[in-house]
C-alpha cells in the first residue's frame, strides 16, 4: 500500500533513528526531527497506525517503537536517501585495495579485508569462474631431488598450486625443457599433442610421460573451473553489535556465517535487483539470519570470472552507508581490471580457505 507523505517522513525518521541508537524510538524523540514541525501527540497518532499497517513493532508495553522487516524494505526502496562515497575516500579504498592484493595475493581475500574495514562489518566474498578459466603460464619447481615437482598453473584471476610425487625422478633440465614445452602448447591452444610427442619420443612408461599426463589433467581440471571460493572477514565484528550480545543468538549467526558453503549459496541464491542486492531478515530464508541483512554486488574481473562482496550485519544497518561504499568499491576495483585484479604470480602454497 502506498503509504501518506507524513507517515513516510515519520517512518524514515525512526528506521534512521534505530540505526543510530539501536533503541526504541518514542514520539518525544522525533518532536525535533522534522523540518515542517509535526506535535508529539500528531505522532504518537501515526505510530500507532504505522504500528497497525505492521511497520512498527513495540517490543515493551511503555517502550517506544522499533522498525519491522516491513519497514526496512520500505526504507531501502523508497526513503533512503542515496549517499555518495567522496573522492578522497574511493581513493583511499583504491590504494588500500592494491596494497592488500600485494600484501595477500588474493581478490577475494583482499576484498573482503578492505570492506569489512571501510564498513567495520562482516564482509563475504566469492569468486565464482561462469565461464572456465584459461591457464596462461605453468611452472615446475623441484621440491626434493625430482621425485616431487610443485606445478604452479597462472590462470587470468589466480594461481593454482598442486604436488606431484613421482615414482621415478625427472632431472630438473628436463623438467624445464617440459615445462618451455607446456607453455608453447597454451600459447599456441595445442595442448592435445603434446602427450603424443612425449610419448613418441620418451616413451609412455617414463617418468616424464607420467608426469605430462598428470600436469595436462590438472590444466584440464583448472580450465574447467570448480566450485566457488569464499571467503569471510570480520566475523567477530557481529559481536559488537546490541542485537548479539545475547550469546545464543550470536553464536546461532556465527555458526551459519563460518559455513563457507552456506554463505556461497546464499550469495548465489538470488541475482535479481539492481546493482546493489538487499536482502533483509526472513527474505534470507534462514532461521539464524533472521535478525540480519545481507547487502552485496558483483563485480566483473575478466570475461569468465565473477566476483561477488557483501555485508553481513544487523537488520539495522546504515544500509545508505553501506550501498555507497559497495558501489565505490566496485568503481575501485574496475580502475585496477588489468592488474589488480589477477592474482600475483606466486609460488606458495594453495590457499586451502577455498575448501
Keep these: 500500500m502506498e503509504l501518506p507523505e507524513r507517515k513516510k517522513r515519520i517512518l524514515k525518521a525512526i528506521v534512521e533513528s534505530y540505526i543510530d541508537t539501536a533503541e526504541p524510538v518514542g514520539s518525544k524523540t522525533l518532536v525535533n526531527s522534522f523540518d515542517t514541525p509535526i506535535s508529539s501527540a500528531t505522532i504518537r497518532n501515526e505510530m500507532s497506525e504505522l504500528e497497525e499497517l505492521g511497520f512498527l513493532e513495540k517490543p515493551h508495553v511503555s517502550a517506544g517503537r522499533i522498525p519491522s522487516y516491513s519497514a526496512y524494505r520500505?526504507?531501502?526502496?523508497?526513503?533512503?536517501?542515496?549517499?555518495?562515497?567522496?573522492?578522497?575516500?574511493?581513493?583511499?579504498?583504491?590504494?588500500?585495495?592494491?596494497?592488500?592484493?600485494?600484501?595477500?595475493?588474493?581478490?577475494?581475500?583482499?576484498?573482503?579485508?578492505?570492506?569489512?574495514?571501510?564498513?567495520?562489518?562482516?564482509?563475504?566474498?566469492?569468486?565464482?569462474?561462469?565461464?572456465?578459466?584459461?591457464?596462461?603460464?605453468?611452472?615446475?619447481?623441484?621440491?626434493?631431488?625430482?621425485?616431487?615437482?610443485?606445478?604452479?598453473?597462472?590462470?587470468?584471476?589466480?594461481?593454482?598450486?598442486?604436488?606431484?610425487?613421482?615414482?621415478?625422478?625427472?632431472?630438473?633440465?628436463?623438467?624445464?625443457?617440459?615445462?618451455?614445452?607446456?607453455n608453447l602448447a597454451l600459447s599456441e591452444r595445442r595442448l592435445e599433442y603434446l602427450l603424443p610427442s612425449v610419448q613418441q619420443s620418451m616413451g609412455g612408461s617414463s617418468a616424464v610421460y607420467q608426469m605430462t599426463s598428470d600436469i595436462l589433467d590438472f590444466i584440464r581440471t583448472t580450465e574447467a573451473g570448480g566450485k566457488p571460493e569464499v571467503y569471510i572477514d570480520g566475523a567477530a565484528r557481529l559481536l559488537d553489535n546490541r542485537e548479539y550480545q545475547d550469546a545464543h543468538r550470536a553464536r546461532e549467526l556465527l555458526d551459519y556465517v563460518s559455513d563457507r558453503s552456506r554463505v556461497g549459496e546464499l550469495l548465489e541464491r538470488d541475482e535479481s535487483g539492481g546493482l546493489v542486492k538487499i536482502r533483509i531478515g526472513p527474505e534470507l530464508q534462514d532461521p539464524s539470519m533472521r535478525d540480519a541483512s545481507l547487502v552485496f554486488t558483483s563485480y566483473e574481473i575478466d570475461q569468465n570470472t565473477r566476483g561477488i562482496v557483501g555485508i553481513i550485519a544487523p537488520a539495522r544497518m546504515d544500509y545508505a552507508d553501506v550501498c555507497a561504499k559497495l558501489i565505490a568499491f566496485t568503481q575501485a576495483v574496475g580502475g585496477m581490471t588489468g592488474q589488480g585484479l589477477k592474482r600475483l604470480k606466486d609460488t606458495g602454497e594453495s590457499d586451502e580457505r577455498r575448501n
Design 74 to 182: 520500505l526504507y531501502v526502496n523508497e526513503l533512503m536517501e542515496r549517499h555518495r562515497v567522496a573522492t578522497d575516500e574511493l581513493e583511499a579504498m583504491r590504494l588500500m585495495m592494491q596494497a592488500k592484493m600485494r600484501e595477500i595475493d588474493n581478490i577475494v581475500v583482499s576484498a573482503s579485508k578492505v570492506l569489512s574495514e571501510m564498513t567495520q562489518h562482516t564482509t563475504v566474498s566469492m569468486i565464482s569462474h561462469t565461464g572456465g578459466r584459461r591457464v596462461k603460464k605453468c611452472e615446475l619447481i623441484d621440491v626434493d631431488g625430482g621425485f616431487t615437482y610443485a606445478v604452479v598453473l597462472v590462470t587470468d584471476s589466480e594461481v593454482q598450486n598442486k604436488m606431484l610425487r613421482l615414482s621415478q625422478p625427472v632431472e630438473p633440465a628436463t623438467a624445464a625443457v617440459l615445462s618451455t614445452a607446456i
